[in-house]
């Protein structure tokens, strides 16, 4: 009887040990995650894409009558100065002229005019906006003086006069090609009547002369050749004068404004470039992306604000890395964006608590590129799950990688 039980007993345990470990061995096992820290620090929201280099103000030198254009012995790249000789044209035998030569030629003539008057309205324009920055970067100097304006305020102050500057020469370099638009029409106006009822060639050559100094960007006509009147001959620009053109979609050209910081990456590499935001474009335009899908898009232009010997390297039509800053704080606390998902139409993480993942609701005012702004849920010195999986859960256990 005794062996009976015995029997009978050591069959229960050791059915009790192999029921223990079937369950210790298919029991849930933590999940390994990955967790960073909340913290409560500098928050940048930025806008990258890439764009490119463009000389500001270029000059399309052209014919101002019709003839033989000698050949340009210029070549991309050249150097030249105001009132160069860039090309030579033999005027060919005029025509009569009838009413609509003379009417076209005499219609050119009041639109170089007009233009010259536009960019005598944009010099007075620039000169103004010039004076009221450096008014009030004087204010803003005694003001910083006495500490009532921070520093960064002043040196908004003082990058309002540079650039401000710099719109004044580009409108008196515009000024400068007007007027030479309005002296070459009349000359060629001129130039017409005064041949039109000789039936032969004057034979005297017209020297086309260089309206702005800069450099020769590119020579559109270098052959010996027969030319007619407007034909465009070469492209004169100064490239120590660039912008930076950005095309961004409309959704994120709403976020930016004139005057946000922009770091670029361009010439030398080992050093980021400093810019600032001139102008959002008001009109957008249909860009096709690398994956096919239609996108509106629109352009934002840069100014350079760093020293030019650093970016001396760069030339027109060069690709940058541009990052447009539309947001910055130095007191924010920020999660990684990589934790965060939505669920039932709210931003949730899940928080390491007591060896277990606890889902939580957070509310986010801002978002970056890796980092996102909360307004409430999170509090520094957390820890959250980065990248979290599907076998996560609200309470599972977890270890941390």
């Known amino acids: ?24 061995a298919f029991r849930p096992q933590p999940v ?17 894409e890439d764009g490119k280099t463009r000389i500001r103000e270029r000059y399309v030198v052209s014919a101002p009558l019709m003839g033989k254009l000698q050949r340009i012995k210029l070549k991309t790249g050249d ?31 009041s639109a170089a005019v007009a233009q010259q008057a536009g960019a005598a309205v944009t010099i007075a324009r620039a000169q103004a906006a010039l004076e009221k920055s450096r008014a009030d970067l004087n204010r803003a100097q005694k003001l910083a003086a006495s500490r ?14 540079k650039l401000n500057t710099k719109e004044l ?13 309005v002296a070459t ?39 010996e050749s027969v030319v007619t009147v407007g034909a465009p001959l070469l492209e004169i620009g100064n490239p120590d004068d660039l912008e930076i053109v950005v095309d961004v979609l409309t959704s994120d050209a709403t976020l930016i404004k004139p005057g946000d910081a922009v770091q670029i990456m361009g010439g030398d590499q080992a050093a980021r470039l400093l810019g600032q935001v001139r102008r959002v474009e008001p009109s957008a335009f249909t860009k096709v992306s690398a994956l096919g899908v239609e996108e509106q898009r629109v352009n934002v232009i840069i100014d350079l604000i760093s020293p030019p010997q650093q970016w001396q390297t760069l030339g027109d039509g060069y690709r940058v890395e541009t990052r447009i800053i539309v947001f910055n704080t130095a007191d924010a606390v920020t999660v990684p964006v990589s934790a965060l998902f939505r669920k039932d139409g709210q931003w949730m993480v899940f928080v390491i608590t ?29 820890r959250v799950v ?12 977890v270890t941390v990688r």
């Open 185 to 223: 029409a009349r000359a060629a106006l001129l130039q017409s009547k005064n041949g039109a009822g000789a039936g032969t060639a004057t034979g005297k050559a017209w020297q086309i002369i260089s309206p702005v100094a800069g450099k020769v960007l590119k020579v559109i006509q270098e052959s």
């Open 169 to 181: 020469e580009a409108a008196q370099y515009a000024a400068r090609a007007a007027q030479h638009d």
């Open 386 to 397: 980065v990248y979290p999986g599907d076998r996560l859960a609200d309470g599972s256990r």
């Open 32 to 48: 390994a995650v990955q967790v960073a820290q909340i913290t409560r620090g500098n928050f940048q929201q930025a806008i990258e």
């Open 354 to 382: 007591e060896g277990r993942a606890r889902l939580r609701k957070v509310n986010i005012s801002r978002q970056g590129a890796g980092e996102a702004m909360v307004s409430s849920g999170l509090q520094p010195g957390e």
């Open 148 to 161: 009532f304006i921070s520093p960064a305020q002043l040196e908004q102050s003082e990058l309002e006069v």
């Open 1 to 24: 009887m005794n062996k009976i039980w015995f029997k009978r007993s050591l069959l229960i345990l050791l059915g009790l040990a192999a029921i223990a470990l079937l369950i210790w």
């Open 79 to 109: 150097r030249i100065q105001q009132g160069q000789v860039v090309a030579t044209i033999l005027p060919s035998a005029p025509a009569l002229l009838d009413l609509r030569s003379v009417a076209e030629l005499t219609s050119r003539v």
